[in-house]
């Protein structure tokens, strides 16, 4: 691993602060390291690439070339760069303007999806919403009593129909549910599923039709690795997705996947999840993000 | 690859297949580094070969064969460890099936009494496989029902009992803690259990599996890991910078959501498909 890119960069950019100048090579040698510090983070190959061309770019020009500390203002344009890819400044749901809103999480496999719809039901409920959750996961074992649990746990309504039934038939019910029972907020619990999986993405669009949410997120697990862009890619390609929220960044994991996600899809990471309690779930801060990435 | 000679274009293309399968970017340099001067040392010229001596390299860092589980207990305690939703409880389910059909008395431990449901979904993995499965009520202490497991094992004759335990992220000290509680108390119910001690990875993780492998290990100690997920696109090469740092061998791997989709590691099969 890398001990902090800030350090390397500068060590590698002093040698040159002799000569008094920066060069083509000393760039390219630099550039070399801002590539393996996010291959190490798992941010994917071709966004790298993209990434480091960008970076390049700026890197030869004066703001870096005059600078007194080369090292440094290089690391200033990889974060700032970083930063400035995963989108501004945090993301808040779009709301419908005729309730229901509608939610669809989706992902892969143990990705973080049943326990994040309990997460966001307790979130918006402090916002004063009134949130249904929705066992729309029928194939997992025990993945409806998962979330009834929770959302009991949390003193949350849980809409389910059992497994005998199919999720888009539960999905629906569960709007004409809501509207009967002044729920604002629909939350839909999906199974996880392999984005190559066409009968289960088949699925998902069938929800989508029969629904039509407001916000349809990817929930990614923050220790994904090369694969993010694979996963990301196909289902905004077959779903058109709305955001992303990122799991699990409790762990060590330097979480290179927000970048990854965040450039295949141009969708805004909307939120992170801290923990496996139902209260750890934060807003998105790609300033954070961007440090972590570069251990800083 | 049809290419004519070997170039340095090659070997490039080679370097970014490894890293796109996780391998990490510096044990892909590494290899492709050694492919280089082993290229030059043999003075090889066909570049059909190389991705031969590649993949034959890789297959050897991960160990020619794979290490089945020894059953030289009765019963063989195997502890399930392993970061939050890697596929732990379903490759319990897949063990506990495969191990059945063996001819072996198997017996399950429902030690994950944290999250919501983990009871349940293994108690119904135990009626869809057909074993039994111990189990307390949720949020009561993990240990407690590895050791009352364990006793079960003894007085019912079982021959292999698989311990099942909370997802846990492994820079989380007090959680793993409790895991070396556990480990240290199926010692003292049985001399020298747990027996096994499977480290489970999922495909789809980066680099962090290697310190999920280093911290867990370090808190338990290993004498496998399992690679799940290997039926998506994610390839797993991560486990070969693992490889390099510890003994602990693959000995599965998990290629779907059924208790049928678990398979031997086949090493060199592994390493064709990481170029695949
Ligand atoms: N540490 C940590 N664990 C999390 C977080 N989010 C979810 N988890 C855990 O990850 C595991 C999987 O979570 P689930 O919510 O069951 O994942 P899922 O995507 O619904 O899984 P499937 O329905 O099987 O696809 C559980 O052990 C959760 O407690 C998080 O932000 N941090
Ligand atoms: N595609 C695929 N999915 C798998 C595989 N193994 C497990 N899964 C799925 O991954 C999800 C999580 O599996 P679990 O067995 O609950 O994982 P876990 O490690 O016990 O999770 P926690 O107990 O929450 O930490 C479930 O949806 C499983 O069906 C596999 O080999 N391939
Ligand atoms: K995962
Ligand atoms: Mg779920
Ligand atoms: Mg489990």
């Known amino acids: 691993m890398f001990e902090g890119l800030a350090e390397k960069l500068q060590n590698t950019l002093k040698k040159l602060r002799g000569k008094g100048k920066v060069s083509e090579a000393d760039v390219a040698e630099a550039m070399r390291e801002v590539r393996m510090a996010l291959l190490a983070a798992d941010v994917s190959l071709k966004v790298v690439k993209d990434f480091v061309a960008r970076v390049k770019e700026r890197a030869v020009g004066q703001e870096v070339l005059e600078s007194l500390t080369p090292g440094q203002q290089v690391v200033k344009v990889v974060y700032e760069e970083l930063v400035a890819l995963m989108g501004g400044t945090s993301s808040k749901l779009t709301l419908s303007p005729k309730p229901p809103t509608v939610v669809m999480l989706v992902g892969l496999q143990g990705a973080g999806k049943t326990t994040t719809v309990s997460k966001l039901g307790l979130f918006l409920r402090k916002q004063g919403r009134r949130p249904l959750l929705v066992a729309c996961d029928v194939y997992r074992p025990a993945a409806v009593k998962q979330l009834q649990v929770l959302g009991n746990q949390l003193d949350l309504p849980v809409f389910s129909m059992g497994t005998g039934v199919s999720p888009v038939d539960i999905a629906k019910g569960a709007v004409e549910h809501a509207v009967a029972h002044g729920r604002d907020m629909v939350l839909l619990d999906t199974a996880g599923r392999l984005h190559i999986n066409e009968e289960l993405m088949e699925e998902l669009k069938s929800i989508k039709s029969a629904v039509r949410p407001h916000e349809i997120l990817l929930v990614v697990d923050a220790m994904t690795g090369q694969d993010a862009v694979n996963v990301a890619e196909s289902f905004h390609g077959q779903l058109g997705l709305d955001g992303v929220i990122l799991t699990k960044l409790d762990g060590d994991a330097r979480g290179g996947a927000a970048l990854s996600v965040k450039a295949v899809t141009g969708c805004p990471i909307k939120f992170a999840g801290m923990g496996e309690k139902p209260d750890a779930l934060e807003q998105f801060h790609p300033d954070r993000m961007a440090s972590r990435i570069l251990g800083m | ?276």
Request: aromatic fraction near 4%.
């Open chain 2, 1 to 276: 690859t049809g290419r004519p000679k070997i170039d340095e274009e090659l070997f490039e293309e080679l370097e970014e297949a490894l890293i796109s399968a996780d391998v990490g970017a510096d044990t892909s340099l590494d290899l492709v580094e050694r492919l280089r001067q082993t290229v030059k040392a043999q003075k090889i010229g066909d570049p059909a070969r190389i991705k031969d001596l590649l993949q034959e390299e890789v297959a050897r860092i991960l160990g020619e064969q794979a290490q089945p589980v020894a059953f030289d207990h009765q019963p063989t305690v195997v502890l399930i460890v392993g970061v939050n939703g890697v596929g732990k409880t379903t490759t319990i389910a897949k063990l506990a099936h495969r191990w059945k059909q063996e001819g072996r008395k198997v017996l399950l431990a429902a030690g994950d009494t944290f999250r919501a449901a983990a009871i349940d979904q293994l108690e119904i993995w135990g009626q869809r496989v057909g074993v039994e499965v111990i189990r307390h009520q949720e949020g009561s202490d993990p240990s407690a029902v590895a050791f009352d497991a364990v006793q079960a094992a003894v007085s019912r004759g079982v021959d292999v009992l698989i311990i099942d335990t909370a997802g846990r992220l492994h820079n989380k000290s007090h959680l793993m803690n409790e895991l070396s509680k556990i480990n240290r108390v199926l010692d003292r119910a049985l001399p020298g259990a747990p027996h096994e001690t499977l480290l489970v990875l999922d495909a789809t993780t980066g680099q962090n599996a290697v310190s999920q492998a280093r911290l867990f290990s370090e808190a338990v100690g290993l004498t496998g890991l399992v690679l799940t997920k290997l039926d998506g696109t994610a390839k797993g090469g991560v486990i070969l910078a693992i490889a390099a740092e510890m003994q602990a061998p693959v000995k599965f791997i998990g290629i779907g959501e059924k208790m049928d989709d678990l398979r031997d590691f086949d090493p060199p099969e592994f390493a064709r498909a990481l170029f695949g």
